[in-house]
């Protein structure tokens, strides 16, 4: 018996105007998606076309911290592959620039965007990219799927606000809420979270200058995951605490020091070089573990239940220059 198989029937499938996304141009970079997966796509500096494949799901959480921090500091990776830098009055968006092997072979490309400008690509990338019913801030079993054809959009969950005090959350004059304030359910996995608030009794005249709020109160109400947001502010000392489940969604090359509190539960930490992604080393933090990130690392989290964890940042604008020159060191202690 004969049969005859139509492999150009077979292969064919749904153009990108029939999926229902848009595509995107940023530089020499081409962005699509189809029902699984992001592809990027570049020409090497020899003329060499290039394309990197990631899962829809990955890119668009990655995508959403890359927006929601302004870029963040120091590099963002989506991937091995793909992710971004913060120069603060511009943004590098690379390719293989910091794999190793791609490097070597000639196939990496970074080039350099305005903020505004590729903020804009990336808003709109976010929003048109992201279906119904699909957060790429929540955790994976509190959200749906990102995959399939364009249906809908979640714009209300793509641009929401973080949450930055100015001085410390809840004093007079801040812009973060109290935790009673908020309206935020707490979390499922956090319903064992005492929710009582310090009791204050400040003299007369000094109502403004004493206080005091349940931070693990604030944290049970967090809606998002590795998200995160100030709740004090001294001068250029930042404190930053979040709450982490799943794997956090980028690997972060630091350009300065950041030091990790674990609050509660358990993170594992894989580090590794921030040029060349050669591994480090992996970090593994139970509640009231402490442990800095030096500014020559990059470090993604796995938390296997949701936990909370403290981040403290020295956000002076100066100081990514200072160890740039050698005037600041790239470890948090010398011994």
Known sequence: MNARIDLKNMASGLTDAEMGYRSFQLGSFQLRRDEYFAHIAWTTRDGRPMS????????????????????????????????????????????????ETMKAAGVDLLENFPVDQIREVFEQMLDDWTNEGFDPFAAPLETGSPYGRKHGNNTAAV????????????????LALRT????????????????????????????????????????????????????SVVKYSYMCPTTEEHILPIMHANDRVEWFFQLSDEIQWDCADKLTGKPLVRVIMKAGDMAAMPAYCRHQGFSPKRSMLLVWENGSPNLVYEIQKGDAPEVPVKF
Not at 68 to 96: C, E, M
Not at 159 to 174: F, I, K, M, S, Y
Request: net charge negative; aromatic share 12%.
């Open 52 to 99: 990197h494949t990631m899962d829809v799901g990955d890119f668009l959480r990655a995508l959403m911290r890359d927006v929601a921090w302004g870029f963040f500091y120091g590099g963002v990776n989506f991937d091995h592959v793909i992710g971004t830098v913060n120069h603060y009055k511009s943004v590098d968006l690379q390719a293989g620039a910091f794999n």
């Open 180 to 231: 009673d304030e908020r309206g935020a359910p707490v979390n499922r996995g956090f319903a064992d979270v005492e929710q009582d608030e310090p009791e204050l009794h400040p003299e007369p005249g000094f109502e403004n200058e004493v206080h005091a709020f349940n931070l693990f109160a604030f944290l049970s109400r967090s809606q998002v995951t590795w998200n995160p947001s100030f709740t």
């Open 159 to 174: 641009t929401r606000a973080r949450e930055l005090a100015q001085r410390c959350v809840g004093l007079n004059g801040d």
